[in-house]
C-alpha cells in the first residue's frame, strides 16, 4: 500500500502549459501508472491527462504485466508497495516485456531506497509528495532521452499493399505517395500494422491509440476505420486495404497478392 501525494488540489497543473496550444499532429505520450492507490492514479492521470498524456492504469503487477503488451506504453510509473507483486518484481518481469522506460514514484524516500531503485535499473526515482510541474518535466524528459538513445526509424513496409508507414514522421505512403493523416486516424492504422497479419480487436485497438476502453470506443473506432477507408481505399464501399470481420476486429490485407 503507497502512501498518496500530500496535495489534493488539482489546480497545481505545471505553470506556462498551454493546453489549447498542444499540437494534435504530435503524437501524444502513453503512460502506464502502476500503483494499487486509487487516489494516486486518478491524481496522476489528471496531472498527465491535462499536460497531452495519454494514461492507463494498473492496480497490481499482474495486472501491468497483462496489460503492457496490449498498449505497448512510452514509459511506465512504477508504486514500490503493492500487495500481490512488489515492485521490485515487477519491475524485473516489466523488463522481459518491453524497454520502455521505468520511473519509480514512492513514498519510500530514504537515500538508500532510491539508490537501490536507480541500481536495479529504474530510469527515474519521484519521491511523494511531487510537484505536477516536477512529474511532467520528468516523464517528458525521460521519454526524450530513451527515444534518442534507441533511435529506431519504426518503418512498416508492406509490399503486397504498396504501402510504407513512418511513425518517427507520421507519414503514410501508398505506391510512394505521401497520404496527409489526422493523428487517430495515423495511430488506428499504425496499430493495425503494428499486428499484422493479426486481427486486432475493439478493446485492443482502444487501449493502445486512446490509452483506455470504454462503451463509446467501438464507435470511435469505426468512425475513424470509415475516414481511413476514405483516404486509402481506391473504393472506399468495398474496401481492400483495411478488413473487418464481425467478432474478430480489423485487420490490414497484407496476405493479397498483390495485383
Known amino acids: 500500500m503507497s502512501v498518496a501525494p500530500s496535495y489534493s488540489d488539482k489546480s497545481a497543473l505545471p505553470t506556462g502549459l498551454d493546453l489549447d496550444r498542444l499540437d494534435p499532429a504530435t503524437p501524444r505520450r ?19 491527462s491535462n499536460a497531452g498524456i495519454d494514461v492507463s492504469g494498473a492496480d497490481s503487477g499482474q495486472a501491468a504485466i497483462d496489460k503492457i503488451s496490449r498498449i505497448w506504453p512510452d514509459l511506465i510509473l512504477l508504486d514500490l508497495m503493492m500487495p500481490d507483486m512488489d515492485g521490485m518484481e515487477t519491475f524485473a518481469n516489466i523488463r ?17 531506497d532510491i539508490v537501490k531503485g536507480l541500481q536495479m535499473g529504474a530510469d527515474d526515482y519521484i519521491t511523494k509528495p511531487f510537484h505536477p510541474a516536477e512529474l511532467v518535466a ?11 538513445i534507441s533511435a529506431p526509424s519504426g518503418l512498416m513496409e508492406f509490399p503486397n499493399l504498396e504501402m510504407s508507414l513512418d511513425p518517427d514522421t507520421r507519414e503514410v505512403k501508398i505506391r510512394d505517395e ?13 496499430c493495425l500494422g503494428r499486428h499484422t497479419p493479426r486481427w486486432v480487436d475493439h478493446a485492443t485497438i482502444a487501449e493502445e491509440v486512446w490509452g483506455q476502453n470504454d462503451p463509446k470506443a467501438v464507435n470511435r473506432i469505426k ?3 470509415y475516414l481511413l477507408r476514405r483516404k486509402l481505399e481506391v473504393n472506399p464501399s468495398r474496401p481492400q486495404l483495411i478488413l473487418a470481420r464481425e467478432g474478430l476486429g480489423y485487420k490490414l490485407a497484407t496476405d493479397r497478392t498483390k495485383s
Open 30 to 48: 502513453r503512460v502506464m501508472i502502476v500503483d494499487d492507490e486509487p487516489e494516486t492514479v486518478g491524481l496522476l492521470k489528471y496531472i498527465l
Open 96 to 112: 522481459k516485456i518491453t524497454p520502455a522506460p521505468v520511473v519509480i514514484v514512492s513514498a519510500k524516500n530514504q537515500k538508500e
Open 138 to 148: 520528468r516523464v517528458n524528459t525521460v521519454v526524450n532521452r530513451s527515444r534518442q
Open 178 to 190: 505521401s497520404i496527409a493523416l489526422a493523428r487517430r486516424e495515423f495511430d488506428v492504422l499504425y
Open 223 to 225: 468512425y475513424v476505420i
